[in-house]
């Protein structure tokens, strides 16, 4: 066994500077015989794996790892160690996670790949996740590392609103991807579990760029107070009306959708304003959409309009998957993406049995690939997928 010894670690880490996380690491890796660890940290658009800090002094100075080719990549895809024998020993990627967002990748030189070796490299990464997300909270140097190019002041204000990209538990799993990632505006997605309940809203501000990102803010804040208020949905629904007409009197609007799933019965409840119907994944294929009678996008309703609260019970696997118009539009309908496209796509990734976040990466790649990486609208996909536990079926039954 090669237990990593931690009490001293994180004792030394409430007082180290965040730009000294990847020697702490290396520092730590080296109980257990590693040496040459490198952090790799995805970027926004969950292309790119790159290194993090100072590495003048490793046998090979670390370079950008493509996410869909490399070793260190297919340890961030699956989620699981990666192992290649080199001359020194054998390298080892495994996976970096906050919390069940998957954020990077750990690699390591190992003397050989004895199994408590390689569970001792596990460990470390999730070490590793957990000390980055600490440190990212006083510090923009893990944010900068995740950033390819410059990113426009209204996309850095919606990735700053967002929730961790992936939550997982044995009872539900999120995931969600806003393109294109360093200029999108207006879309926006929220989740929170606030046991047994998960509230989920997806949203698409009018317009683009910064008046777009500044609605999309408002409109998420106002959401937000009213659920941490334990507001019902028909109350949440008509406060943000009641909020976004108030503030821009008819001259700005959002599409969106507010949902609530019991996780423990897999009831599924939700209002509509004016957005494009998700899809229902059972038994791996899309069977159909979760239809709601639309109110008008909040900020151009009547706020004495009641919306319609839809319901539906899942079954165990059952997934829902939310989208913004910019996933299935383009400039013209020759170079749309398409709903029927789209349909196919979820239905494929669900009959490959794959996680809700690699889903939403294959399809953001789809469409990216489909408008040859330019966007003329921003492209936000959510996915949720329930699993109840067979004593959680006993209940309901």
């Given amino acids: 066994m090669y237990p990593l010894n931690l009490r001293p670690f994180l004792q030394s880490s409430l007082s180290q500077r965040p730009e000294s996380v990847p020697a702490a690491i290396e520092s730590l890796g080296r109980e257990f015989g590693a040496i040459d660890v490198v952090i790799y940290l995805v970027d926004f658009g969950q292309l790119f794996l790159e290194p993090l800090g100072d590495y003048s002094a490793h046998h090979e100075l670390p370079h950008t790892e493509e996410v869909a080719t490399t070793m260190a990549g297919r340890a961030f895809l699956t989620q699981a160690p990666v192992v290649a024998e080199r001359d020194e020993g054998v390298r080892i990627w495994v996976p970096i996670c906050e919390g069940s967002d998957r954020t990077g990748v750990l690699a390591l030189t190992l003397p050989d790949a004895e199994v408590d070796r390689v569970q001792a490299c596990e460990d470390l990464g999730l070490v590793a996740g957990y000390i980055i997300a600490t440190n990212a909270r006083v510090s923009d140097v893990f944010n900068l590392h995740r950033r390819r190019k410059s990113m426009t002041l209204a996309a850095s204000m919606q990735w700053d609103l967002l929730p961790p990209l992936v939550f997982r538990s044995p009872d539900v799993a999120v995931a969600g991807l806003l393109e294109p990632a360093y200029e999108v505006g207006g879309d926006c997605f929220d989740y929170a579990i606030n046991w047994p309940v998960l509230d989920m809203a997806v949203m698409d501000s009018m317009g683009h760029g910064l008046n777009s990102a500044m609605l999309s803010g408002l409109a998420i804040g106002c959401y937000r107070h009213d659920r941490r208020h334990g507001r019902a949905l028909q109350e949440m629904h008509r406060g943000l009306e009641s909020t976004i007409k108030s503030r821009y009197n008819g001259t700005g609007f959002v599409t969106g959708q507010l949902v609530q799933l019991n996780v423990e019965t897999g009831r599924l409840q939700w209002t509509n304003a004016g957005h494009p119907l998700p899809l229902h994944v059972r038994g791996g294929r899309v069977i159909g959409h979760l239809d709601c009678r639309p109110t008008l996008p909040w ?80 492209a936000t996909m959510l996915i949720v997928q329930w699993s109840a536990s067979p004593g959680q079926l006993a209940r309901v039954s």
């Fill in 299 to 378: 900020g151009l309703g009547r706020n004495a309009v009641d919306p319609e609260v839809a319901e539906l019970s899942l079954q165990p696997g059952d997934s829902v998957f939310f989208y913004t118009d910019g996933v299935i539009e383009g400039r013209d309908e020759s170079s749309a993406f398409g709903l029927d496209r789209l349909t196919d796509l979820v239905g494929q990734s669900a009959s490959e049995e794959l996680s809700v976040e690699e889903v939403v990466r294959l399809v953001d790649r789809a469409i990216m690939k489909h408008h040859n990486e330019e966007l003329d609208d921003d």
